[in-house]
């Protein structure tokens, strides 16, 4: 079912406009509407399937998020680009951490790749996840403790010295108490880290509704980064700084020229691709100009 929002989910104006019309080419060939608040910037999907239907949303093979597949370019792709990712992650994170076996909190774990690498590292960490196969992937794979979002709420407060979401926050239908939620049960002195994608990179301009990251219905939410500080500035959290995710870019670009074609990934668009995400990253004069940011926040 779908719901219909009249008003802000984060300010909760009523100053809406019409975004952009986007089609989910991943699962239903459905087109949403993204609106914009023109009071805070919010960008968010309206209507949007409520939480009892947005899983169906997620129920397809081309949907490589949750899954280990390396077949095809994109699975290749994907998994080559995550790999690359971890260690980054890992590094910047443990930049933050102040002892080898800090407290870590992975909202959103997926398969627990990153989280198993951090627990190799030494870090005491705990996954959550509400796909109950990816749960059973990161446990029986890298033998971690995952929970589901219900979880969230059993947590004592001030528990973790190191909270992160990447590429989370943009699911998520709650979104100020799932902020307050973090705030909670993130230690005083502790840090928050959460990658988003950027409606206001070249490679969002230049796909325009062909752009993947808008994946839209599963992606409810769009933060341009005046917004991403606003919100948590809001919450209470102390914006500290920002990284980019340059190689989201290339991937971004990849899938945005399937779409775009409407043809299955060539040697011509992946040369496209390839260029796309280039210019995307050589254009971003900051690390808040790129196809996907992660912000960092202080309690």
Known sequence: MLETLYSCPFCEKTDLSVFKNVKDYTVSRETFTLTKCNSCGLIFTN?????????AYYESEDYISHTNSKKGLLNNAYQFARKYAIHSKYSLVK?????????????????????GYCKEKGFKCI?????????KLAKENHDLSVFDLNHLAAIESGTFDLITMWHVLEHVHDLKPTIQTVKRILKSGGYYFVAVPNPESFDAKFYGEYWAAFDVPRHL????PATMKRIMEDAGLQFIGTKPMKMDAYYVSLLSEKYASG???GALSAIKSFSSGL???LKASSAELYSSVIYIFRK
């Open 127 to 135: 996954g959550i996840e509400p796909s109950a196969d990816a749960r």
């Open 95 to 115: 930049s933050y951490s102040g002892a080898p076996n800090s407290a870590l909190l992975d909202i959103g774990c997926g398969t627990g790749e990153f989280l």
């Open 279 to 281: 210019a995307s990253n």
């Open 263 to 265: 043809k299955a990934i």
């Open 221 to 224: 939410f769009h933060f341009a």
């Open 47 to 55: 209507p949007r399937p409520d939480k009892n239907s947005i899983g």
